[in-house]
């Protein structure tokens, strides 16, 4: 195997900056990072224009579209595929389709289509189920009618052995006591959300094993003064990991800055719908219609549906609304996921020993030149 570099005027390795540097890849691993002068003679090598950052390709784990198909519509390996390519624009180098609340069915058909790709596409990581085990006082968008409490065949589809690794959304209240304990011990990653838990519930359900909170702030218990819910608990903990969807619409600005600043580390996710990435303005979730208008998807009594955000926006909003150094908007997009999911020993990061999932980008407007995924580029 031939090794070959791509060098950038900046490369941020998920930690720290370095000037006109090379990260030198050999098949799908990283081998080194060095300046560029340092390269071998011999060696190709990709210049990448002046301006132009290379970074840790961004993790998405909360991706219910995108390429005008919705994962829900037809869970196949054909679908998550179409996602996969719609992201990637964004910079995006692997991701967890999002199957939200549905049938049983509909559930073991999007985990065989996971694993499926799991097996081949090393971008498709495994799946995230939002749902069905939600508070129905916030469901949000997710039908009323799918949500239930868990069943002893729910447990043993969600802890199956699989290949690519499970992330499931559920309200901790509608678990019921040793569910969160029993998926953990299985290796599957939980996380709260659309949940009226208190903060003594949340507690009790991190000390099962809950370490993720799914879009923190929305379709959950609001912070208030003698009953702080959710979202205390998870800006309190260093271990807990919390997704942001940093659209301009789905959380003020104070609110998210709020969350920077917690203990615990923030995680940038779509939530994308499948105008993401695609071209058509409004689709169909549960029988409903919805509209997407000024960036915004909803329903029409006004109930957001997911969102109409990419990854590459996600950082770049990061910087503008919040006011976020532009590495740490590039590690919550990489290296953050990365951790939540188990994987940071192997991606979010450029260091030896790494898969060489890269995104180059404009550091002005965080347009995606060009990305990697496992060594492979999608450019010529
Ligand atoms: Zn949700």
């Known amino acids: ?24 890849i050999e098949g799908d691993r990283i081998i ?19 301006g132009v950052w290379l970074a840790p390709g961004f993790i998405d784990t909360q991706v219910n579209g995108g390429g005008d198909v919705l994962f829900n519509d037809a869970p196949t390996p054909q679908t998550i595929r179409t996602l996969a390519v719609a992201h990637r624009r964004f910079g995006t ?50 039908d009323r009618r799918h949500l239930r409490r868990p069943e002893t065949t729910d447990i043993a589809l969600m802890t199956a052995p699989r290949r690519g690794l499970t992330l499931v959304t559920l309200a901790p ?62 800006l309190e903990s260093a271990g807990a990991c919390y997704g942001l969807i940093i659209d301009g619409i789905h959380v003020a600005p104070a609110m998210l800055r709020l969350a920077l600043r917690g203990a615990g580390k923030p995680m940038l996710v779509t939530d994308a719908m499948p105008p993401v990435g695609g ?8 029988g409903e219609k919805i509209a997407v208008k000024d960036g915004r998807c909803a329903r029409a ?8 955000l990419d990854m590459a926006s996600a950082v770049r909003n990061c910087v503008r609304l919040l006011d976020a150094p532009l590495t740490d908007a590039l590690r919550f997009a990489s290296r953050n996921p990365a951790e939540f999911l188990g994987l940071g020993d192997r991606l979010g990061r450029l ?30």
């Open 32 to 50: 080194a990072v060095v300046p560029r002068r340092d390269v071998p003679a011999g060696m190709p090598i990709r210049d990448l224009r002046d």
């Open 351 to 380: 260091a030896p020993g790494y898969r060489a999932d890269m995104a180059a980008f404009d550091s002005e407007t965080i347009t995606v030149r060009q990305t990697w995924v496992a060594g492979e580029t999608d450019e010529g």
């Open 173 to 234: 209240e509608q678990a019921g006591t040793g569910t969160i304990a029993t998926l953990t011990a299985a290796s599957v990653r939980v996380a709260l959300g659309h949940s009226t838990a208190t903060y003594a519930q949340t507690k009790s359900a991190m000390a099962e094993g809950l370490s993720g909170f799914t879009h923190l702030f929305n379709a959950m218990r609001p912070l208030e003064a003698r009953e702080p819910g959710p979202i205390a608990a998870a």
């Open 279 to 286: 071209k058509q303005n409004a689709f169909t979730l549960n």
């Open 93 to 142: 180098t692997a991701l967890l389709p999002t199957l939200i609340s549905d049938t049983a069915d509909k559930m073991k058909l999007a985990i065989a289509a996971a694993e499926a790709l799991a097996a081949t596409e090393p971008a498709v990581l495994g799946i995230h189920l939002e749902g069905p085990f939600l508070s129905p006082d916030k469901a949000g968008v997710h």
């Open 1 to 24: 195997m031939t090794a070959h570099a791509v060098a950038a005027s900046r490369v941020f390795d998920g930690e720290r900056l370095h000037d006109h540097a090379a990260v030198v």
């Open 301 to 308: 009594d006004g109930t957001l549906a997911g969102a109409c």
